[in-house]
């Protein structure tokens, strides 16, 4: 196991935690509503929970699992800041044959030190600006080069924009 892939390991499972903790959480907050027979809101309530999970319904869908862990943990460190993050890929991207294609073993770590720079400026913004922000993220394949974008917004206004793109030609 490379040490990217035991930081991966170990960072997944401190957001594992957290996570069960938060929907120990949500089950008290539903129950809570259930036993007020406050059952519309008890419904609302799940809608919002569930709803902010998609963007880990797309993660856990992408075929390559250094990137998925990478975003996965982006994801949630943006929840935490209360960021609202989307995400977008090519349908080709949860497939086993495309990452075999267009991804080496040695972009793993240029991904995760991306995914960690856009971080760290994106809870500086988050903690500056105090305000609902949104994150998005775009992963897109253009003539071979695997490219990912991180844009953060506030108000409709762009407070970063970041892109890594990678191929066998681009010096990593």
């Known amino acids: 196991m490379s040490d990217l892939e035991l930081t991966l390991l170990t960072e ?10 938060d929907f120990m959480n949500h089950w008290q907050v539903m129950m809570g509503y259930l036993q007020l027979k406050q059952n519309e809101k008890a419904l609302a309530y ?9 963007v880990e319904q797309k993660i856990s869908q992408l075929a390559q699992p250094i990137v998925a862990a990478c975003l996965l943990g982006w994801v949630i460190r943006m929840r935490l800041e209360s960021v609202d993050v989307h995400l977008g890929y090519p349908g080709e991207m949860k497939d086993d044959v495309y990452w075999q294609e267009n991804w080496r073993k040695k972009y793993a770590e240029r991904f995760y030190a991306f995914t ?6 994106a809870r500086v913004k988050a903690q500056k ?30 407070l970063m ?5 990678m191929s066998e030609n681009v010096r990593l």
Do not use: D, P
């Open 46 to 54: 799940m809608h919002e929970v569930i709803n902010g999970l998609t």
């Open 129 to 158: 600006y105090k305000e609902h922000m949104a994150a998005e993220i775009t992963l897109k394949n253009r003539n071979g080069i695997f490219h990912c974008e991180m844009m953060l917004t506030c108000r409709g206004i762009v």
């Open 12 to 21: 997944q499972l401190h957001w594992y935690k957290l996570q069960r903790h």
């Open 116 to 121: 960690t720079e856009c971080l760290q400026e």
């Open 161 to 165: 924009k970041k892109t890594l793109g």
